[in-house]
């Protein structure tokens, strides 16, 4: 009962100090933090509203506190996902390279083989080409030799 009362005395005086506020008068109004208390309220009044108005200010700060901290929370799983995700690229984009370089590798290793497979059929093409002109060589060598025999022979 005596909150209730002092609910109604401090909206009642919230009312008044805010129609004082917006009456236009010439001489300028210091405006007041807290509302003023009416002379012929009593001092418990006074004290529960005040009671009253700081359970409201710790109310609203705690209200700030808790915003701010799922404010920060939720920072926080996003700068979690947003490191998860660089990571995963990295490693997508590592995983990348090294498939690249893989390939590369294959394809060098093709290169050399095909590079020492033909490099070997050309040095056998040149082995059998030597041996035809040795044979053709040895064969003309013993026509000329039979030749000069018979040469020889018929004289």
Known sequence: M??????????????VYSTSEDSTTAQPTQRPERPQWYPYESEEAKKEAEAA???ADIARRADEAARHAAEMLAHQEAMAAHEAAMAAAQ??????AIAEAEAIAEEIARNQTAIAE???AQRAEEAAERQRQREAHAAWTAEH???QTNETNDE
């Open 118 to 120: 033909a490099d070997a």
């Open 2 to 15: 005596k909150l209730s009362f002092a609910l109604i005395a401090l909206a009642s005086a919230q009312d």
């Open 91 to 96: 490693a997508a984009r590592k995983e990348a």
């Open 53 to 55: 108005l700081k359970a």
């Open 145 to 147: 030799e039979a030749a």
